[in-house]
């Protein structure tokens, strides 16, 4: 009996510590989170010059007219050999794609390029990396929402680091990036991306570019050899 009476208060303490240290932490984690929120919208592009320089292919992501108008646009001025769009429905075809942003499919459709397999970012990376591997280029310039970039950049340089990746934000009309806390919309999305992005640089150390976790990776890579 005297032992069980001693046992009893000391789990209270640690319960007792484990919620003093808990209180203590919350807070410390939400102010560093907001911090990271405010940094990360920071970082955001802001609408300026565009890089002039030619890359071997311009690559869009799907989510927006803007996008593809801007996609259609570098490859008419000659920015890129090709146009790559990535995580486009299946059932579209390019035809039907430039038509919808009221171009002639007569200009551009020997110079675009849909992928279908792709249904997120980690998605297009992947794709688009097979593509280049495939078409053997070496550079390209990535068009997609300016609050989308960051973590974009982020999964295109895990899945291609010896690509080199120009950034060409386009700017939609319904992200208000100056004040954004002030637009609930805008304030939800910027959450939302940021969340995102803080998974995706959380997944890194533990996948390799092709998805696989890095011991099987290397399994594949030493079974690979041996054929």
Same mark, same amino acid.
């Given at each position: 009996?005297?032992? @069980?009476?001693?046992? /009893? #208060? ?12 808990? *209180?203590?932490?919350? #807070? ?6 907001? *911090? ?48 790559? $769009? +990535?995580?486009?429905?299946?059932? $579209?075809?390019?035809?039907?794609? =430039? /038509? =919808? ?6 200009? =551009? ?10 249904? +997120? !970012? ?5 794709? !688009? ?15 997609? %929402? ?24 386009? @700017? ?25 992005? =803080? ?5 890194? #150390? ?6 696989? %976790? ?7 890579? $030493? ?5």
């Amino acid at each position: 009996m005297s032992g @069980f009476g001693r046992t /009893r #208060p000391s789990r209270r303490r640690r319960r007792m510590r484990w919620l003093r240290a808990a *209180a203590i932490a919350a #807070p410390l984690l939400v102010a560093l989170w907001f *911090a990271g929120l405010v940094r990360f919208a920071r970082d955001i592009p802001s609408p300026g010059p565009e890089p002039d320089r030619a890359t071997d292919a311009v690559v869009v992501l799907t989510g927006g007219t803007d996008r593809l108008d801007a996609g259609l646009r570098l490859l008419a001025e000659g920015r890129a050999r090709k146009l790559f $769009v +990535s995580g486009v429905y299946r059932g $579209v075809d390019v035809t039907a794609l =430039l /038509r =919808l942003s009221r171009r002639n499919p007569r200009d =551009l459709e020997c110079c675009v390029v849909l992928g279908y397999a792709a249904d +997120s !970012t980690v998605g297009n990376a992947r794709e !688009t990396a097979s593509w280049m591997a495939k078409e053997g280029f070496h550079s390209l310039r990535l068009v997609t %929402a300016s609050y989308h970039m960051p973590r974009s950049l982020l999964e295109f340089h895990r899945a291609m680091p010896e690509v080199e990746i120009v950034a060409h934000p386009v @700017f939609p009309e319904r992200f208000k990036q100056e004040q954004w806390w002030r637009w609930p919309g805008t304030l939800s999305l910027l959450i939302t991306e940021y969340d995102k992005y =803080l998974i995706a640089r959380a997944r890194f #150390p533990f996948e390799s570019p092709n998805g696989e %976790a890095p011991d099987q990776a290397q399994g594949a890579a $030493v079974l690979g050899g041996g054929t």
